[in-house]
């Protein structure tokens, strides 16, 4: 028999309705209403437990404890809200509100399996209300339209975007995690491996437009471009001819030797000696700033390593952020370029198939207040990149601080437990989908439950995420393990040396 929870009750709209219930249905349970002909669903918002008998105006707590010993609560209902998500087979908005009086039942399995489960995708828990009924999300609407996981700390934000990675493995996806603290390196993944990449630039595949932001050569500064361009060129030549180089190297002692010529001439032209003189200064502290990066040419082209079909880790932690910063740009605007040339001319370098780019601690390269110079390219791939196959994930546990545009552009969120009404107030402003009663609900979620929106889930909903079954990552340390660790550690040593110089006799 249909479970029939209440029924429509003071006035209805097409988007929400009131009802009124002598059971006791959940805050997040899936309903439906049958209305004009069809099935419309919806999710219970808001609850408020009152009585018949008992009024606001009684504040006497014994009249109430005695009403109540005579009456029971056979008298008391509840009273909700419920948002209308729209018909089960087309999620259209129905035209006419629902008639008073409109049973209001709770959702079958069946239904919710219709909802959240008929597409095609992968799997990252279940409803939470139902957690039997498992949500999968469109993985090519998640990967083209692109996707923010955010949290606040420890909300469970590293296992979620853990299990997005091993369900797209399943799949044969190719992944890159831009690693900020180099946690995935250390982690198994059971449906698929990982490839380590080195987080280092070969100077050669560096453009002279890179060279000229790493150098702080304005474009005013046309002297100091034309001796920065001439000594590119001649590095690239002799790396291509076969000559041995060392290509930064070749490109400093060439202004060396362009300033001895200017020097030598017979007329001289300060200015340009000054000029060389500059490119050939600002090259050499670039290489004292970003040596961690660009210290070798024998480096593999960091995107052509890149493996199919595999999650390949880039670890930045051992990076300052202006190398972080630095490293990020080249790989993602290499990654874009190469992704539009196999899909238009198919000349210059290509890129045969799509890539899922994960940020960690995006908020770091894509900051609301600071200008970084892989902040561009973040904005613009999420802005471009579904025309080319080039998916960009943002994850981060400080939403506000996260650039507002790049924000914006994504069209998939998975919200975690968010609480401090600033980070909040960020997400909703820049997405349409995150609306005022699901931001309500952020502070309540427990560890690992999330809010799921946007393209890649039919409706939003309220979702209990698997737990990650391979190798945990972002876990909190065991602090008090650690101490333990090294007392006993300290101890052991002390004891060693008192036993050293027992046998020395000293």
Not at 337 to 357: C, Q
Not at 411 to 439: F, G, M, T, W
Request: with cysteine.
């Amino acid at each position: 028999m249909t479970d029939i929870i209440g029924r429509c009750y003071g006035e209805t709209s097409p988007n929400s309705l009131s009802f009124i219930s002598k059971k006791t249905p959940t805050v997040n349970e899936y309903v439906y209403i049958e209305h004009d002909g069809r099935t419309i669903m919806g999710i219970i918002d808001t609850l408020l437990r009152g009585s018949f008998t008992l009024s606001d105006d009684l504040l006497d707590e014994d009249s109430i404890g005695r009403i109540i010993d005579i009456e029971g609560q056979s008298d008391q209902y509840i009273r909700g809200e419920i948002t209308i998500l729209g018909d089960l087979e087309t999620l259209e908005i129905p035209r006419t509100p629902a008639p008073i009086g409109t049973p209001v039942k709770k959702a079958t399995i069946e239904q919710l399996e219709k909802l959240f489960s008929s597409q095609q995708g992968i799997t990252i828990g279940g409803v939470l209300s139902q957690p039997e009924v498992k949500v999968k999300l469109d993985v090519n609407k998640m990967v083209s339209r692109h996707l923010g996981i955010l949290a606040m700390t420890g909300a469970g934000k590293s296992n979620a975007t853990s299990v997005i990675i091993d369900e797209l493995l399943a799949l044969g996806g190719t992944i890159l995690v831009l690693d900020m603290h180099s946690e995935y390196g250390k982690t198994t993944f059971k449906n698929g491996e990982k490839k380590s990449i080195p987080a280092k630039i070969n100077p050669r595949d560096l453009s002279i437009l890179e060279y000229k932001r790493l150098c702080n050569i304005t474009d005013s500064a046309t002297n100091q471009e034309k001796y920065l361009r001439d000594a590119y060129d001649i590095a690239k030549e002799k790396s291509t001819d076969g000559t041995k180089t060392v290509f930064i190297e070749d490109m400093i002692n060439f202004a060396h030797e362009k300033a001895n010529e200017l020097e030598n001439a017979e007329r001289k032209n300060n200015s340009h000696i000054d000029a060389v003189n500059q490119v050939a200064f600002k090259l050499e502290d670039m290489i004292r700033k970003y040596r961690s990066i660009l210290d070798s040419t024998d480096v593999s082209d960091i995107v052509s390593i890149i493996e199919p079909g595999k999650v390949n880790i880039i670890g930045l932690s051992s990076l300052d952020e202006k190398a972080s910063d630095i490293l990020v740009k080249h790989v993602l605007t290499e990654i874009l370029n190469r992704r539009k040339n196999a899909m238009t001319t198919g000349k210059g370098k290509t890129l045969e198939y799509p890539v899922f780019s994960i940020i960690e601690e995006a908020h770091i390269l894509a900051s609301q207040k600071r200008n970084t110079q892989s902040k561009n390219i973040i904005g613009r791939i999420a802005r471009e990149g579904r025309k080319f196959g080039v998916g960009l994930c943002l994850v981060s546990q400080s939403p506000k601080s996260l650039d507002s545009e790049a924000l914006s552009q994504l069209n998939n969120l998975i919200i975690l437990r968010l609480v401090e009404p600033s980070d909040q107030a960020h997400v909703q402003k820049s997405s349409e989908s995150l609306s005022e009663e699901l931001l309500k609900k952020l502070p309540s979620l427990n560890v690992g439950e999330a809010i799921v929106l946007g393209q890649m889930t039919r409706v939003p909903t309220m979702v209990k995420i698997d737990e990650f079954q391979g190798r945990s990552v972002g876990n909190d340390l065991d602090i008090i393990s650690l101490w333990q660790k090294a007392k006993n550690e300290k101890e052991a040593k002390k004891e060693e040396s008192k036993q050293f110089i027992d046998e020395l006799g000293i």
